[in-house]
């Protein structure tokens, strides 16, 4: 990382905010903003918050951050709302703010937004799903993230209402929180099987999920006549979807969301102008099993455009 | 004094593992009560796998804890030891056979590590372990680049596989894991190791005088701790079928958990493994009865919070009655 | 006769109390040598320092005449030297058996205990009877906890320990302080038996009629230092004590009064 | 025996704070040569502001720890009070300053129910405070429906304000939580109570022998230390300026570490609630001057894993010389 | 004469162990009782239920012929009972000063300590230093820990605290097992002006000199009980010590022997 090179007053500084430390989802958006960064010659420098939805955390990096005298900070906030009026105070220092992956709350506390529209994502992945299932009555379970994580609660009410059902719909026979891990995906799978036998379809908040969801119907040997369709795009969800594991999955673009960032920093330290509004990254269906009415691309768009 | 015979059922309720065995009992009926699935050989089978890593990890945990120690990186070891056996596995043309032997020599290494810095330097192991945690879930990262590692050879996976006894699939895991409570419970018990362990939890001058190397006897301990995390991370691997690198990351307070609830106490010297895979099947089982009612995620976390109370309390005051 | 256990100089400070300040001492073959001393005079430090469990800070300790670096109470022990020390060194919740065994359990004969390292509790169980029966501490059973003994029957445990295992020396620090009378005595006997096995013992008490009885020589500790060796028979214990306390002083082998009041008080 | 008179320098290196005091001053020694925005007054005010929200809680950890307890669940409570005063002051239509009452007594309420359990039923305070952790946790998350709480009237987030110590802004928030340790250090060295605190860690049997009330003291312990996890709630919301269901979720470990990088011992009866002070700043100096150093996240937490150690081993070396 | 502190039948258990039989106590105004007995005879047990320690499971107590719950120590203390308890009831990382005032600390006169509740450190340090003094315990500083005290000073402590503050009755379960010959001998001298004072003692010891210097009465407790009470004048050292152990009973004041082979072996 770029953080070898001590601290010089001679290049400008961005900064880079996480959710977390680990997610591979952010990891790439570290590579996007790292890649950037060197073309740019600025000096990037990262911090995460503990866990999903840290708030604190996210906080006093931005705080450290204007303490350190960056141009601009790019943040996937962990609470839409509670970081605003750090937001705030630095902008109000002159500091450029773009919030990527996900929006604030309201969404112009920042100058940008460069992200995917994670309701969008779950819409997409929703309506796959209806139709795959082509009429079966389908029995779903819901494996999410975590209680009160905006994202999670955006994928989720999206593919709810890309398939075509509201909250609370007696189709949907099995809900539990995952924190998005492996390991838990695979356990609550199992739990709901043990209560649920007949699930046909599973919806994940992200691919490790969907991972232990396959994991756990193997073990059953459901693993053929059960959907399970993702959220995320990461390589190693693209190749289980390629090798027939995950039906199909949103795909969003982590790389493109930081690069775009650190470059519109960029432009501001030269004396360019402040990036405004909601810059769209996009979001893909990746599936080889396509349906008719909703637009998707295969494996090999897939996993040449992956990220992890 | 006028001496009383015990008789065979006092002696039971006298036994430190009989409040915990009670509670996973209690839990277990009221669960067969409130839903039709809960009372099969199957859910059985699959309770004992969810809580197989856990449980393992609180082998090396209850060890610890027997000394007056507390560990919260096992969680962090097992994770990153995890990944090195997939890794290398995976990645280096090592035979898997001898990626898992570096996987568990990892972490008995960290175990070591922590040994030596709780008794060459005296540090506190709670700070010790916290410390090491943030290490090791930093190395973690770092080594696997945040990739999940897939695609492994069938020797990582083998312990998934299952056999039957009569209607049941059984994983070669559970009965690993199974295999393992048995061997630490003779050895704390019938062992002159296991005897020194308890002596050191008691107070580590008093084993000190007597002539036990405290200090080799400590580091012996924190290592095959580790080793044991390593055995975990086998488990979890052949569970998952993958590395991944976020695994582990609430296994220390869940593994303190088990060995709480199954009666070790926390200051050293008092308590015992057997105790620990109850506490672990309590956990298991909570978590498996709730979400067969069909109970939301938020509420189980309700419940399971009350009912880790519940549980030490009536372990508690059954032996209060006792007394 | 060289002696068995000798010490020369010995300093221990802690902080900025001194506790021994250049202490001497001489254990001579087959004799019950008595140390005595105020509180606080140094003589839990002295035997610490010589049987490993604390570390000198100057000072220099033979064994048999040649000079020995005792590490640990574990190298005290190979040397032959069993200590019971004031703080009962006993594991609480571990029972009676257990403790006695403890560092040198017996294991099962044959591949149970050479592969399985099964530890052979039965007789160990049987060993510890008959060690606690010839000490005469009444105990209803072996396998309870040492918690759940009164302080008295803890020290006799700790005794018993000692007395099985030494093989050299046997240090005692104040083991008849939590002793009923009974006990005591029997305490006394075991270790005149101990001696007439040839076996030298250490014994630190504040119990003048036991010292008398039993020591063939006193070692009078006082302010971190060795002031007086003396036999029995050659002082009152009024003498003793006076120089216990620094109110008499030897010299040459006679008492010599240094404190006229403190000696007028104590009746000399 | 000799006795040497205590010169000065020899009593300051002995007091239990010396050593983190000394760690403390070794790192913004670092980070000032390392960084030139380190060491100016504004950062050190931020700094403060950092960690004025898990001090506070370290208060409340200090109080129990001294007992030979520990408690888990603070943060928790912390974001429950947080949720509780922001959400009353901005949708019930009570006085701001009544929700702030509300809100500290509910964290107050918590702290008692933790000291009954701990008491009544004589549970291990670790497994106590897991499992209200688990309940406040989720009750968290009921009760504000996953929902930030927005638009506090000024009252709630007055202590986010500043004013001018020559050119550094300083926070009220800020002063609050230094009066706030100096009061708990008034509290434990100069009163009885403080004085009782200690010598309940120590033993509790000497404590109740010696008369005091000892359930009484623990239930007051964890009381107040309750309080303050409510005043740390007003601090958090203050700082944040919203009422955050995610909140703290990592703090009880947080704090720990705060308490023990200030020399207190984890069994109780040892230690000063100004060294808690000092640990807590540790932490946030690191986490300040690398960031300022433009060390990537995951080096960061690495670093502070071996810094974590390194500060109680240098803590623990010092005071072996001084033996 | 009503007994100042009487006891009928307590019973107390732990598990299958019975600590106390069906135990009976009476204390004179005035006396110093000596209470004697094997160890684990339950003498600890006796007065741990006299004092609030311990809830016996049947059996009452009475203060001044009233019947009384004590509950916990702190009544006791408030009922003017001080003990002295085997097991060092101190607080180790403490000092001397504040250990001596524990539960009863001086405040600062005036607002400081009304409101404030700030602590009189000084007055307790100068008031501590001449209850030590009284019974001319030699330390070099009130400030030092008491863990960094030798085992006989720390039971100083204890005593110097509960004679300084008994109002009623002060019982000491072994206060000199740990003492030094000089400080024994202050703490008999501490009892002796307590007695002066008007004021009764309970002292457990095992140490018969000691008992027989300084007892007005003795209670013999065997096996959870009291099996007899009577005047050290009226009996031997021997024969007291055979009455311990049960070679001898007590029927109506005269001695029976019962055990005649034990009997003959302590020589009577
Ligand atoms: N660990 C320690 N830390 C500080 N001071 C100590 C320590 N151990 C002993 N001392 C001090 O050293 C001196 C000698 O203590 P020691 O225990 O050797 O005396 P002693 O002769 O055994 O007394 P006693 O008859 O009361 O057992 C005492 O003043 C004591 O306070
Ligand atoms: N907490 C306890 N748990 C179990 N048994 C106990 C407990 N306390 C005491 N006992 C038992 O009760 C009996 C009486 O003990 P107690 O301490 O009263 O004897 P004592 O007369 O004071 O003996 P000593 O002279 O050795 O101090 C002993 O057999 C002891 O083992
Ligand atoms: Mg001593
Ligand atoms: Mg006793």
Redesign the interface.
């Known amino acids: ?3 070898e ?3 010089s ?1 001679s290049s400008a ?1 961005v900064g880079l905010i ?1 959710k977390t ?4 989802f952010f ?1 790439k958006m ?1 590579e996007g903003a790292q890649k950037a960064a060197k073309a740019e010659g600025m ?1 990037l ?4 918050g ?7 955390s996210q ?3 931005i ?3 204007v ?3 960056v141009k601009g900070i790019l943040i996937t906030p ?5 970081i ?3 937001i705030k105070k630095a902008r109000d220092a002159g500091v450029v703010v773009i919030a990527l992956d996900t929006p604030t709350d309201p969404q112009d506390a920042t100058d940008a937004l460069f992200a995917t529209d994670n309701l969008k994502a779950g819409e997409l992945i929703g309506q796959y799903a209806k139709g795959a299932m082509a009429g079966k009555t389908a029995k779903i379970a819901t494996l ?1 993230l975590a ?3 905006t994202v999670g ?1 955006l994928r989720h009410d999206g593919f709810l209402k890309g398939f075509g059902i509201a909250e609370g719909d007696p189709s949907v026979v ?4 995952t924190r ?4 838990k995906g ?3 799978m ?3 099987l ?2 649920a036998p007949d699930i046909n379809l599973v919806y994940t908040i992200n691919e ?1 999920a969907a ?2 969801a396959y ?1 756990a119907l193997k ?1 059953k040997g459901r693993e053929k006549d059960v959907l399970i369709v993702s959220v995320d795009g990461g390589c ?1 969800g693209v ?1 289980a979807v390629k090798s027939g594991e995950i039906a199909a999955t949103s795909q969003q673009y982590p790389l493109k969301m930081a690069e775009d960032g650190v470059k519109a920093v960029a432009a501001v330290a030269k004396g360019g102008a402040k990036p405004k509004g909601y810059t769209d990254t996009g979001v893909t269906l990746i599936t080889d099993k396509a349906v008719q009415g909703v637009e998707a691309k295969d494996t090999a768009f897939g996993l040449a455009n992956c990220w ?1 | 004094m006028a001496v009383m015979e015990a008789t065979l059922p006092r002696r039971i309720i006298s036994t430190p593992t009989a409040g915990p065995l009670g509670a996973l009992l209690l839990a277990c009926v009221f669960f067969a009560v409130n ?1 039709d ?1 809960f009372l099969t050989g ?2 059985f089978s ?1 309770i004992i ?2 809580v197989m ?1 856990v449980g393992t990890l609180a082998i090396g945990q209850t060890l610890i804890i027997l000394t007056a120690g507390i560990d919260l990186s096992n969680g962090a070891i097992m994770a990153f030891g995890g990944i090195v056996m997939t890794k290398l596995a995976v990645g280096s043309g090592l035979p898997p056979v001898l990626a898992i032997v570096a996987g568990i020599a990892v972490c008995a290494a960290f175990g070591l590590a922590n040994g030596l810095l709780v008794t060459k330097i005296s540090l506190p192991p709670f700070i010790v372990t916290l410390g090491m945690l943030n290490v090791v879930f930093a190395l973690t ?1 770092i080594y696997s ?4 590692v ?1 695609d492994l050879p069938a020797a990582l996976t083998f312990l998934g596989q ?1 056999f039957k006894i009569g209607e049941t ?1 059984v994983t070669y895991g559970s009965l690993l894991t199974i295999l393992l409570f048995l061997f630490f419970a003779y050895v704390l018990g019938q062992t002159a190791w296991g005897r020194h362990v308890y002596a050191l939890g008691n107070s580590q001058e008093v084993a000190r005088l007597t002539g036990i190397r405290t200090q080799r006897l400590t580091i012996s301990v924190y290592t095959i701790a580790g080793l044991v995390y390593g055995i975990a991370a086998l488990l ?1 691997v052949s ?4 590395g ?4 582990g ?1 609430t296994d220390n307070l869940d593994s303190i958990t088990a060995v709480v609830l199954g009666g070790t106490s926390l200051f050293g010297g008092r308590g015992l493994v057997i105790g620990t895979l109850i506490g672990a099947l309590i956990v298991g089982v909570f ?2 009865g709730l ?2 009612m ?1 109970v ?3 509420y189980q976390t309700l419940i399971t919070g009350i009912l880790v109370i519940l549980a030490v309390t009536v372990d508690q005051l059954s032996r209060r009655r006792t007394r | 006769m060289t002696p068995v256990l000798q010490a020369r100089g010995l300093v221990k400070r802690y902080g900025h109390v001194v506790a021994l300040d250049g202490a001497d001492f001489d254990l001579m073959p087959g004799e019950v040598l008595a140390v005595i001393g105020d509180n606080g005079a140094g003589k839990t430090s002295l035997i610490k320092a010589l049987t490993g469990a604390l570390q000198p800070d100057e000072g220099e300790i033979l064994l048999d005449g040649k000079s020995v670096r005792i590490r640990n109470p574990l190298e005290a022990r190979r040397l032959g030297i069993e200590t019971v020390y004031q703080e009962l060194a006993v594991a609480a919740s571990l029972d009676i058996a257990t403790n006695l065994f403890l560092g040198r359990e017996l294991r099962k004969p044959g591949l149970l205990g050479t592969i399985f390292r099964k530890l052979d509790k039965k007789r160990m169980r049987e060993e510890s009877a008959n060690h606690m029966a010839d000490l005469k501490i009444g105990l209803r059973s072996l396998t309870q906890p040492v918690e759940s003994l009164s302080g008295g029957q803890r020290q006799g445990v700790a005794v018993a320990r000692a007395v099985a295992w030494a093989r050299h020396v046997v240090v005692m620090d104040e083991p008849t302080a939590a002793l009923g009378v009974k006990e005591s005595g029997q305490v006394l006997d075991m270790i005149k038996r101990v001696r007439d096995r040839g076996m030298p013992v250490v014994l630190i008490s504040h119990n003048m009629p036991h010292v008398f009885e039993i020591a063939d020589r006193i070692h009078v500790q006082r302010l971190g230092r060795r002031v007086a060796q003396i036999k029995p028979g050659d002082h009152s214990m009024a003498e003793v004590v006076a120089i216990m306390t620094g109110a008499l002083q030897v010299s040459e082998g006679k008492s010599v009064v240094t404190d006229k009041d403190a000696a007028e008080a104590i009746g000399l």
């Open positions: 990382g770029g953080g090179q001590k601290a007053t500084k996480t430390e680990t997610n591979p990891v570290k000096e420098m990262t911090a995460a503990k866990f999903d939805g840290d708030n604190a906080l006093t990096a705080e450290n951050m303490a350190a005298g962990n609470d839409t709302k509670a605003v009026p750090a999410d209680p009160g994580i609660q099995c809900s539990q929180d998005g891990d492996q390991a695979q356990e609550a199992e739990n709901c043990q209560k490790p991972l232990g994991t073990a190693t190749k992890g | 839903s699935q199957g859910n699959l796998q969810q890593v990262h680049e945040d990739q999940t897939t299952t699939n979890l569970r998952t079928g993958v991944d690198p976020q695994a990351q978590r498996n979400q067969l069909g939301p995620s938020i």
